[in-house]
């Protein structure tokens, strides 16, 4: 009985894991995460946690850094659009997802700020009017803030003009707790289409991909997170990691994360936004005027 029960308990789990990749079709940056887990036995009572390969995540993290001058933080990048999101090798962006969710996001900005590092907080809106003293927080931080739906459905399923409402309705709850702009904004799943994302940038907002998804959504230890999320970011050498501040199993396992990453010489990329610079009026009228000439 308390086997089956323990199943049923990973199922739900697994239905209620947030922002999990939805599978897709092409092998692009969107879409090529595995939509699932290898099969694994199942663990009895007595059976050791599997470490392996991240033997080296539980060192990292009961590592001391009390003193220590940290040199993880990297350049800041201003960004119009996704075209100018450029990373060098060995460059991060760090970003999360879904939240905020209280005592989660906190500890993220801890350790955050413990390595002298910012990140994107894609907010859902209506978490961000759930816990509005914890948004604040984030901004209060000098983090990036984005959107991320207001109830983070799967656009795919809908139609264009609910999808474009679902966006706007979100971005907008989110900068009216946080009291900014908020210029970032990522599909939930990844889902979307040439259409959505045509519609989305003429909204001056910047699309955030995504690189390597650290896939903390499953129900795995920590540092089985913290040694799949560094396998992936070298493989790819670069580019913006999707992490999640729903889950405690992300807060925990972010001090290991960083402490790798720094070891082996990345480092993380402050995301800004910068205005499209746009003709000015009497730019547009001079034009006119030489046009009729």
């Not at 998804?213 to 396998?231: G, Q």
């Not at 970011?233 to 994360?257: E, N, S």
């Not at 010489?265 to 499209?276: E, I, R």
């Amino acid at each position: 009985m308390t086997y089956r029960l323990l199943l049923a308990g990973l199922a739900v789990s697994l239905s209620l894991a947030g922002c999990a990749t939805k599978p897709g079709d092409e092998a692009s940056l969107k879409t090529s995460f595995a939509a699932e887990e290898p099969q694994r036995k199942a663990l009895k009572a007595n059976d050791p946690i599997e470490m392996e390969p991240s033997k080296w995540a539980s060192t990292d993290a009961e590592t001391s850094d009390e003193g220590r001058t940290h040199t993880l933080a990297g350049r800041t990048l201003e960004v119009s659009s996704l075209h100018d999101l450029k990373l060098a090798d060995k460059e991060v962006i760090l970003s999360f997802d879904d939240g905020p969710a209280p005592g989660k996001t906190e500890r993220i900005l801890a350790t955050l700020d413990r390595f002298g590092v910012k990140a994107t907080f894609m907010m859902v809106g209506e978490m961000a009017q759930a816990h509005p003293e914890t948004a604040l927080k984030v901004v209060a931080a000098g983090e990036t803030i984005g959107s991320h739906t207001f109830h983070h459905p799967d656009l795919d399923k809908m139609s264009f003009d609910m999808a474009m409402a679902e966006i706007m309705r979100g971005k907008n709850a989110v900068a009216k707790v946080v009291g900014t702009d908020v210029p970032f904004f990522r599909f939930p799943y990844l889902a979307d289409s040439r259409r959505l994302r045509t519609a989305v940038t003429m909204r001056d907002l910047v699309i955030m991909d995504v690189d390597v998804d650290s896939k903390d959504y499953f129900t795995l230890s920590p540092a089985a997170v913290a040694a799949r999320t560094m396998n992936e970011l070298r493989k790819r050498g670069r580019g913006i990691v999707l992490m999640h501040d729903i889950h405690q199993r992300t807060a925990t396992m972010l001090p290991a994360l960083l402490t790798r990453m720094e070891k082996e010489g990345y480092k993380v990329v402050t995301l800004k936004y910068k205005a499209a610079p746009k003709p000015t009026s009497d730019l547009v009228a001079q034009a006119d005027i030489k046009m009729v000439r």
